[in-house]
T-cell receptor
Framework: GNSVTQMEGPVTLSEEAFLTINCTYTATGYPSLFWYVQYPGEGLQLLLKATKADDKGSNKGFEATYRKETTSFHLEKGSVQVSDSAVYFC???????????FGGGTRVLVKP | SQTIHQWPATLVQPVGSPLSLECTVEGTSNPNLYWYRQAAGRGLQLLFYSVGIGQISSEVPQNLSASRPQDRQFILSSKKLLLSDSGFYLC???????????FGPGTRLLVL
């Protein structure tokens, strides 16, 4: 079946540090891949997405590249801010049906 | 533009009491609608999805039910709440195949 594995948190960083959150997936076919962010007490917001191999999604300084050869979709940001403190979820949308499969989420805490 | 509303935002209910959570979407027609649950410290689990009025699919057996009385309205219900029903309930919508799903602000439910 489909599954998404994320690195466990929490990840604690200082402001302006480089952030990487690893995400790997298992799926049949060619799923679309997503990163969602959840700020404290809020719902999920779409951060970025990629729909085919080698696509790069980017938004708000975050980037992730769809790597089919390594079945990965790692999230990166070159210089984090305190406001980036949140929980980040990697997800895949399987090709049959419209159901998202989520990773367990990674909590990121950025300290000033 | 499209917006999604959920209410109430927070709910505290005794064990054995009924539940009704509502989700409405504006600015789109015939969306696919989804209910997810996020238990404390865990990832998201898809509970129900609907591709049209009166069409409900359940992903996991549970104490909850869902209904879609109107095109842009999705309701999550229970006749008798259990302690294990506590969590953060998120409604989402999407349109078409390989869709992106957009989430509402969520309802935090605490069953005591």
């Amino acid at each position: 079946g489909n599954s998404v594995t994320q690195m466990e948190g929490p990840v604690t960083l200082s402001e302006e540090a480089f952030l990487t959150i690893n995400c790997t997936y298992t799926a049949t076919g060619y799923p679309s891949l997503f990163w969602y962010v959840q700020y404290p007490g809020e719902g999920l917001q779409l951060l970025l997405k990629a729909t085919k191999a080698d696509d790069k999604g980017s938004n708000k300084g975050f980037e992730a590249t769809y790597r089919k050869e390594t079945t990965s979709f790692h999230l990166e940001k070159g210089s984090v801010q305190v406001s980036d403190s949140a929980v980040y979820f990697c997800a895949l949308l399987r090709t049959a049906g419209n159901k998202l499969t989520f990773g367990g989420g990674t909590r990121v805490l950025v300290k000033p | 533009s499209q917006t999604i509303h959920q209410w109430p935002a927070t709910l505290v209910q005794p064990v054995g009491s009924p539940l009704s959570l509502e989700c409405t979407v504006e600015g789109t027609s015939n969306p696919n609608l989804y209910w997810y649950r996020q238990a404390a410290g865990r990832g998201l689990q898809l509970l129900f999805y609907s591709v049209g009025i009166g069409q409900i699919s359940s992903e996991v057996p549970q104490n909850l039910s869902a209904s879609r009385p109107q095109d842009r309205q999705f309701i999550l219900s229970s006749k008798k709440l259990l302690l294990s029903d506590s969590g953060f309930y998120l409604c989402a919508w999407g349109v078409g195949s390989k869709e992106t799903q957009y989430f509402g602000p969520g309802t935090r439910l605490l069953v005591l």
